[in-house]
Every structure is written in structure tokens, then in C-alpha cells.
């Protein structure tokens, strides 16, 4: 599977808020950092990572692009609500070992009436 196709994949799956479905994509030592948190390491705990945010809000990913080059897919998307961002995805083997998300936390905290931290 190209590294666009597995995006792809993985963007049915997140839109079905299927925390279990979608940590498979994860090779067991991946790495999940979206820039506005610490890195996430390793699939049980991109697992629980996915597990929390989907109890959390309920998030729909929308493709306005998807890139390849080599080993890698990067991901434009916007959300029903007006936020964007991207995404980096390094694939190996059919598993994604590494990927990198931009954006806007705040925006993000606002538009689902989450509360926004102090500190």
C-alpha cells in the first residue's frame, strides 16, 4: 500500500472514531507528535491517545489534499467547523512509524466549547 493510500485509510477510519482501527495503522514503536502536545510513543499509547480525544470531541477530518513523496504522505484537511491543518506521515512496511500534526489547539478548544487551559 502507497503512503497516500494508507492516509487515506486512515482517514475513513478516523472519521468512524475508531481508536482501535486506526492505532493499527501504527507500526508498535511509531510516533505520533502533534506539535501542539508532547510526542505520543508507541502504538498502545497512540491508542489511548485516540481512545481520550474521541470521548472528547466529535472530530470529522475532510481531505482538501493529500501529497506523496517516497516514504511519505502529507495530509491538508480542514473540519466541518472551519479549522485546518496537516499532516506528516512517514509509512514503512504498510504501518506508519512517524507522524507530525499542525494545528491551531486553541481554535480547536473554542470551537467544540472545551475548556482552555490557564497554564
Known sequence: MSPSELVIQW?????KADAEMLASLYAEDAINHQVNTDPV??????????????ETA??????????????????????PLGLRGCGFFHVKDDKIIFQRGYWDKLSFLRMHGLPIPTS
Open 58 to 79: 466529535e472530530m470529522v477530518c475532510l481531505v482538501e489534499n493529500i501529497f506523496e513523496d517516497g516514504e511519505w504522505a502529507i495530509l491538508e484537511w480542514k473540519d
Open 41 to 54: 510513543i508507541g502504538k498502545k499509547a497512540i491508542h489511548e491517545m485516540f481512545m481520550k480525544e474521541f
Open 11 to 15: 482517514v475513513v477510519i478516523f472519521n
